[in-house]
């Protein structure tokens, strides 16, 4: 597997099941180790990286979706080992989603069950302009949205390390359109989302059970747009519960 894009979060190479995660606009593989931890010896937990930030940020980060979703699919394309889940957040839950697309076109393995997080569903198109604000406007939004460090929003080495990457993942999710805007995927869904997300409402979450014919079900957890953080022990309870049912059912 290709290490400069797929992180062990915590490495377990004996473990059944693998759950590989996709970070939110401006996120990193690393944001999921303490979510790694929280999970049982049954879940290796591998997370994407991409371009751009922390060790790639030499890299030019990929403003187009769709490209980058061709890129992950190169390199997960039969490449995990044993069943394995996706789980994306915000951003990555649609690079998840085109991700198990393009895999299924191809006929390689895919995910037994797709984990989308704090994300309306793909055929819901709202206009969206952070990528077109000067930094002042894009940092403006990531406090909004929270999950962020606010101290590290204040000191200009840091804004100007992380601007590239950070505009590149907004131009590529908010010029992203789904198509066809009613694609589906073969594998089942599981839908979370915050109840005071204001990027995301729970009618807007259920959109997503019209882009898969293997069932969906939603959990609304309480929380903003990162719940998962304030929530983590009960999100990833929650994720260990669905992750055996779902590939329970589909092995048998």
């Known amino acids: 597997m290709d290490q400069t894009w797929i992180r062990a979060a915590r490495r377990l190479p004996q473990a059944p099941v693998r759950l590989v995660c996709f970070p939110h606009a401006g996120g990193s593989a690393s944001y999921f180790a303490p979510h790694a931890r929280l999970l049982g010896d049954d879940v290796e937990v591998l997370a ?55 895999l299924e076109r191809r006929g390689a393995p895919a995910p037994r069950v797709l984990f989308v997080s704090g994300r309306r569903a793909p055929s819901l198109v709202r206009e969206d302009n952070v990528h077109r604000r000067d930094d002042a406007g894009v940092i403006a939004e990531m406090s909004r949205l929270g999950g962020t460090d606010m101290s590290l929003l204040t000191d200009p080495e840091v804004i100007e390390m992380i601007m590239p990457a950070l505009r590149a993942d907004y131009t590529a999710i908010e010029t992203y359109r789904c198509d066809p805007a009613d694609a589906t995927v073969g594998s089942p869904i599981e839908v979370l989302t915050g109840d005071s997300d204001t990027r995301v409402s729970v009618v807007d979450a259920k959109g997503w059970a019209d882009h898969t014919t293997a069932g969906c079900e939603l959990r609304v957890f309480p929380g903003g747009h990162f719940y998962l953080a304030e929530r983590a022990t009960e999100v990833v309870a929650h994720i260990a519960a669905r992750l055996e049912a779902r590939i329970s059912a589909r092995a048998e």
């Open 48 to 102: 994407v990286q991409y371009p751009g930030r922390q060790d790639r940020y030499r890299e030019p980060a990929i403003t187009d979706l769709g490209r980058l979703a061709d890129r992950l699919a190169d390199v997960l394309a039969g490449t995990v080992p044993g069943p394995f889940a996706f789980f994306g957040h915000s951003m990555g839950a649609i690079v998840a989603f085109e991700v198990t697309r393009r």
